[in-house]
T-cell receptor
């Protein structure tokens, strides 16, 4: 049982490049989330989804887009990467009202 | 008042001691409460859910005080491996908007 899987684990981008982070969960969870965490800081919610085909903005959505075409997958896109988006990105999933289960993160550096 | 507030610490505690943290929340309609631990550069991991009647898991005890709007985590007989950041998690309101606290750092000293 893999739980929540994030790919890639590490990535280095140049300013202005685009990329997509993939999150997959095998727990049949309705809800999925994308967070970013900067060094020494707390988690900040970027976008979330309460079901297939639905997405909503979190606390820091600017510069990111998401899609939830399949229940098990939640994609996070960076349209035009900026150095301020250098961070660790965590995906999580949950059932309604339940605890969130996290992937082990994607470490992204923008040069 | 912040939605979810925790003392950032650090709490420096000798091995074997008992330590407790509180976490306050602002929305009285909150329904779900959890404690997570996060090790440096790792993902948060669920430590325990917090139930209205309080609950215990080994050396860990979690309690909910709805009247004063806080949850607590008590760690007994602390181990070096308990050193981590402990995150309080509260669902904001009935539509399951989960709010993470900024965390309390705990250092267990040998």
């Amino acid at each position: 049982n893999a739980g929540v899987t994030q790919t890639p684990k590490f990535r280095v981008l140049k300013t202005g490049q685009s990329m997509t982070l993939l999150c997959a969960q095998d727990m049949n969870h309705e809800y999925m989330y994308w967070y970013r965490q900067d060094p020494g800081m707390g988690l900040r919610l970027i976008h979330y989804s309460v079901g297939e085909g639905t997405t909503a903005k979190g606390e820091v959505p600017d510069g990111y887009n998401v899609s939830r075409l399949k229940k098990q997958n939640f994609l996070l896109g960076l349209e035009s990467a900026a150095p301020s988006q250098t961070s660790v990105y965590f995906c999580a999933s949950s059932r309604p009202g339940g605890p969130q289960h996290f992937g082990d993160g994607t470490r992204l550096s923008i040069l | 008042r912040k939605e979810v507030e925790q003392d950032p610490g650090p709490f420096n505690v000798p091995e074997g001691a008992t330590v407790a943290f509180n976490c306050t929340y602002s929305n009285s309609a909150s329904q779900s409460f959890f404690w997570y631990r996060q090790d440096c550069r790792k993902e948060p991991k669920l430590l325990m859910s917090v139930y209205s009647s309080g609950n215990e898991d080994g050396r860990f005890t979690a309690q909910l005080n709805r009247a004063s709007q806080y949850i607590s985590l008590l760690i007994r007989d602390s181990k070096l491996s308990d050193s981590a950041t402990y995150l309080c998690v509260v669902n904001k309101d009935r539509d399951d908007k989960i709010i993470f606290g900024k965390g309390t750092r705990l250092h267990i000293l040998p």
